[in-house]
């Protein structure tokens, strides 16, 4: 199992920015799928979460809700997470989790989820 987190960079804030996990070696629509954030000295927190199979159930962090968007592409074993109006505190590195224990709807607990991917680091400074 795989999974493989892209897409983080240095902005300005008020930018925009897509990430994406990449996913091999399960069965990508049975899974439920959670981006997380880890900024330095601080405590993992879930981002945002997507439902398996069709994903109609997803849930955000108060602090993104309304900027940022989570999807997923079963035919691509892939999820993405676009970050819109970025902001300072934003700033963090980035992970996305999958979690085959659910079936209709996601969690943003970083224990619901079993199978990690490596980070990726997301920097917005002016």
């Known amino acids: 199992v795989q999974l493989q987190a892209s897409g983080g960079g240095l902005l300005q804030p008020g930018g925009s920015l897509r990430l994406s996990c990449a996913t091999s070696g399960v069965t990508f629509r049975d899974h439920a799928v959670g981006w997380f954030r880890q900024a330095p000295g601080k405590e993992r927190e879930g981002v945002a979460c997507?439902?398996?199979?069709?994903?109609?159930?997803?849930h955000y962090a108060d602090s993104v809700q309304g900027r940022f968007t989570i999807s997923r592409d079963n035919a691509k074993n892939t999820a993405s997470l676009r970050m819109d109006r970025l902001k300072p505190e934003d700033t963090a590195v980035y992970y996305c989790?999958?979690?085959?224990?659910?079936?209709?709807?996601?969690?943003?607990?970083?224990?619901?989820?079993?199978?990690w991917g490596q980070g990726t680091q997301v920097t917005v400074s002016s």
């Open positions: 989790a999958i979690d085959r224990t659910v079936f209709y709807h996601c969690s943003l607990d970083t224990g619901s989820y079993e199978k």
């Open positions: 997507i439902s398996r199979n069709g994903g109609s159930v997803a």
